[in-house]
Nanobody
Framework: QLQLVESGGGLVQPGGSLRLSCAASRFTLDNYAIGWFRQAPGKEREGTSCISGSGRVANYAGSVKGRFTVSRDNAKNTVYLQMNNLKPEDTAVYYC????????????????????WGQGTQVTVSS
């Protein structure tokens, strides 16, 4: 089955930037719509963004709109989350997740819609 691996997390100062990567193994990721989710200690998992399988549709949560950008590179079989102007409240473990191939045209930030998940990468925003 599809396996996803996130990378690119780390420690950054407020106002800084990070780019997260979501790499797929075995299957071509362009068959899957991808969502980016995050979970901070003591908080529920929340969706930040999503991108359709084609890359033509993307949605963003209000909390990250204008700061985060999701994109995909079919040649590298990777989806990216560019995070700019990071805030301390962005601190969380970030996960990428994939919808089943038949739903590749969708773009949703509802976590229950996704059935493939990566292991997560830690993002810490602190001065």
């Amino acid at each position: 089955q599809l396996q996803l691996v996130e990378s690119g997390g780390g420690l950054v100062q407020p106002g800084g930037s990070l780019r997260l990567s979501c790499a797929a193994s075995r299957f071509t990721l362009d068959n899957y719509a991808i969502g980016w989710f995050r979970q901070a200690p003591g908080k529920e998992r929340e969706g930040t963004s999503c991108i359709s399988g084609s890359g033509r549709v993307a949605n963003y949560a209000g909390s990250v709109k204008g700061r985060f950008t999701v994109s995909r590179d079919n040649a590298k079989n990777t989806v990216y989350l560019q995070m700019n102007n990071l805030k301390p409240e962005d601190t969380a473990v970030y996960y990428c997740a994939a919808l089943p191939p038949l739903l590749s045209s969708l773009c949703t930030m509802t976590s229950s819609h996704y059935n493939f998940w990566g292991q997560g990468t830690q993002v810490t925003v602190s001065s």
